[in-house]
């Protein structure tokens, strides 16, 4: 296909038609969404705030944390804004190249999000298990590095996607089931084969989410054995404790991904569309609300500085 060809083939605009089947319940679901999302600034930002304000809570834990919240409102800035202004103000166009960058960051930003957790069970691991040299093993100079590589990694895998869409011949179709732009999504309005979308959109997901899970069980295989050697069950219960936060997140984050990603490359037909949308839009929203609750909930550094900070804010006011 010729340059002019393939060009001329790509629709200008594309048409998100929000939730199907619940158009009529657009206006109240999109309440709770917007609440979510305003919790998930909130919490997301004083965490950042926190870390980076107080130079006690500069240790690698805490930096791969404030990362963490820091994908976590990227993530759900990216999709939350144009869903909120489907649902509310019927404002379903978006252009093509919109819907590209929207996707590119929305795959980039969560493949970035797996590799912080990566980075947190290896911080656990080397805490658990090699105490002695935690800080020599994780200096910034490697914490840089570490999320160097994530960022490197989550940007080289995504980028295909952008070439793979816009190879393929869209005949004019521009109508998309979704709240935002996502690769499959997109590579399903095509009048063509997506074979390759289709098996490039696996390898993907095998080796950012696949390969990181992978991974933190390995890592926690260790520490398991680690903690269960410790000769009192109170050292044993405040080792797991440390990472009781983490095991939450990475629930909160993969659960709903692997759910989303399996139904919609092998059950989107038996899946009803609604559900899986409704569930594809919570999973941009769930793991921004409650990490910074998890986190805040159960590691009492954070918690009596924000309690500290939420005393000032009265106190100034």
Not at 34 to 59: D, K, P, Q, R, W
Not at 163 to 184: D, I, Q, S
Request: proline share 4%; with cysteine; net charge positive.
């Amino acid at each position: 296909m010729s340059a002019s060809n393939m060009s001329d083939s790509l629709p200008v605009t594309l048409f998100l038609t929000g939730i199907p089947g619940l158009e009529f319940a657009h206006l109240w679901i999109a309440i709770p969404f917007c609440i979510m999302y305003l919790v998930a600034l909130l919490g997301n930002a004083a965490l950042i705030f926190v870390i980076g304000t107080e130079s006690a809570l500069h240790a690698p834990m805490y930096l791969f944390l404030c990362l963490l919240s820091l994908t976590d409102l990227a993530l759900s800035s990216t999709t939350v804004p144009k869903m909120l202004a489907i649902l509310w103000l019927h404002a379903n166009e978006i252009s093509f190249g919109g819907c590209l960058a929207q996707m590119f960051c929305v795959h980039s930003i969560y493949a970035l999000e797996s590799s912080v957790l990566l980075a947190m069970a290896f911080d656990r691991y080397v805490a658990i298990c090699n105490p002695l040299r935690y800080t020599t093993i994780l200096n910034h100079t490697v914490i840089g590095q570490i999320i160097f590589a994530g960022i490197v990694r989550s940007v080289a895998i995504v980028s295909p996607f952008i070439f793979l869409l816009k190879r393929l011949p869209y005949c004019g179709h521009h109508v998309m089931a979704h709240t935002y732009c996502e690769h499959m999504g997109i590579a399903r309005l095509a009048c063509a084969n997506i074979t390759v979308n289709i098996v490039y959109g696996l390898t993907v997901a095998l080796l950012a989410m696949g390969l990181d899970s992978i991974l933190i069980a390995i890592s926690y295989g260790f520490i398991l054995q680690a903690v269960f050697r410790l000769p009192s069950r109170d050292a044993q219960h405040k080792a797991l404790s440390t990472c009781g936060s983490h095991l939450g997140v990475i629930l909160v984050f993969y659960i709903p991904a692997f759910f989303s990603f399996l139904t919609h490359r092998f059950g989107h037909n038996r899946v009803p569309k609604h559900v899986h949308i409704f569930l594809a839009n919570l999973y941009v929203l769930v793991p921004p609300v409650l990490n910074p609750i998890i986190y805040g909930a159960r590691t009492k550094e954070i918690q009596s500085r924000l309690v500290r900070l939420v005393y000032l804010g009265k106190d100034l006011v």
